[in-house]
């Protein structure tokens, strides 16, 4: 009987823990390219086996990072220390605002649960684009230009949750996300896998993303942000489904949902139908917009809360849809529509500090993805907006917005947004 001893089993990859030893560098546009040839982005398709590729890229978020914190926000650990101070063993990294008490608004953002602190899509931080823009270091940058509200010239507070890195590595001592813990070392190359042990490899109260949204909602801010301070949601993904099915429930909503000014779902796709709570169901529909993948224009109406039955996108989300710029991947829509949610976002504050309820305006719109000319005068104008014979007393609520069968035809079916 043969047997085979550990050290005859192939070595696991290795590869240096910074750019320079990988063999890049960070030009002036803050995209990575390769020392041999600046012509070059960064190659992560650099074997068949995926997880080598995974290893070569396992320590790309430490520019990132270090760019956040030049911004002024600061990495804190949850579970939050404990009242002696001692901080926990196993801990989940997020980034906030230093002065972030001090702010009359906060904007909350919860990415997608597949990506690292700080990333929305690594196929633009290592390559066209570069770091900045590939990350939330652009949607920072933004943030900061912004004010709190018409009455409050500062800029708003930040926090950057972290819904993908909740798998803690003991050997790093930091969590991971779950493709960057399969890229951590192996006993050896011939080994499945790393195991996931519930009593090793998770956080309290952060062990999933559901309960860090809970988490996040329920015990940081009430601890780090004032209580008058209002908070606008953005989502992301399936970061953003989670964010509403936590919200699902009138328990929770009655606990949390009067601090939230604002939602922008962007690229979720929560529908209509799961929605049980009644308040956040008049949320969905007053307060919350939704940015899709979309051939269409940015910020191109697609549909209002009822849906609309002649795109091939999903509608039914109980909310506004809008075209978020990008027609396909989905991580890459908040880099094409990030200055339109947080001008949206502005808005909804300054509406707000002047004593007037926001509401969405009443859309009423005839896109379609392309009917034959023949049939524009049997597709009839469908009301999808947000009255729907509810009191609107009080509320700042803009003249309809709609696109004209005209307009359609002249675009080739292309749908042109107009105020009248």
Not at 68 to 97: E, M, Q, R
Request: proline share 6%.
């Amino acid at each position: 009987m043969f047997k085979r001893k550990w050290s005859a089993l192939p070595a696991d990859v290795k590869f240096p823990s910074n750019l320079k030893g990988l063999g890049y560098f960070i030009n002036k546009d803050s995209e990575v390219r390769s020392i041999e040839n600046e012509d070059n982005y960064f190659k992560f398709f650099i074997n068949r086996n995926l997880r080598v590729c995974e290893r070569q890229r396992f320590a790309m978020n430490h520019e990132i990072h270090k760019r956040l914190n030049d911004l002024g926000l600061c990495k804190l650990s949850l579970p939050l220390p404990a009242s002696d101070g001692t901080p926990p063993l196993a801990s989940v990294p997020i980034f906030a605002s230093a002065s972030i008490r001090e702010k009359s608004r906060v904007v909350i953002i919860f990415g997608e649960t597949h990506q690292d602190l700080g990333v929305l899509a690594h196929r633009v931080i290592g390559g066209n684009g570069g770091i900045d823009k590939g990350s939330l270091v652009s949607v920072v940058k933004a943030l900061l230009q912004q004010q709190c509200s018409s009455m409050d010239p500062t800029p708003p507070g930040i926090i950057l949750a972290n819904m993908g890195e909740l798998i803690w590595w003991p050997e790093g001592e930091r969590t991971l996300s779950k493709s960057a813990f399969d890229a951590t070392p192996m006993r050896s190359a011939a080994h499945i896998g790393n195991y996931i042990d519930a009593k090793v490899n998770r956080v309290p109260g952060n062990e999933s993303p559901v309960a860090h949204v809970k988490y996040i909602f329920e015990t940081v801010v009430s601890t780090l942000v004032d209580s008058n301070a209002g908070l606008d949601i953005i989502g992301l993904g399936d970061g953003a489904d989670v964010v509403e099915s936590y919200w699902n429930c009138s328990a929770t909503w009655d606990r949390v949902g009067s601090r939230i000014n604002c939602f922008a779902s962007v690229g979720g796709q929560f529908p209509a139908w799961e929605v049980k709570c009644d308040g956040l169901q008049d949320f969905l529909q007053d307060r919350t917009r939704a940015y899709v993948p979309s051939d269409e224009p940015l910020g191109s109406v697609l549909s209002g809360p009822s849906g609309n039955p002649l795109t091939s996108t999903f509608t039914r989300l109980g909310c506004p849809v809008f075209s978020a710029g990008e027609p396909q991947h989905v991580e890459t829509l908040f880099i094409a529509s990030h200055l339109t949610v947080l001008d949206w976002l502005q808005e909804v504050a300054d509406i707000s500090a002047s004593g007037k309820t926001y509401k969405n305006p009443m859309f009423v719109s005839i896109y379609s993805d392309g009917p034959d000319e023949d049939n524009w005068g049997n597709l009839g104008v469908e009301e999808m907006g947000c009255a729907d014979g509810r009191e609107e007393t009080g509320a700042d609520v803009s003249p309809p917005v709609t696109i004209t069968r005209d307009d359609a035809l002249r675009m080739d079916s292309t749908a042109e947004i107009a105020q009248k």
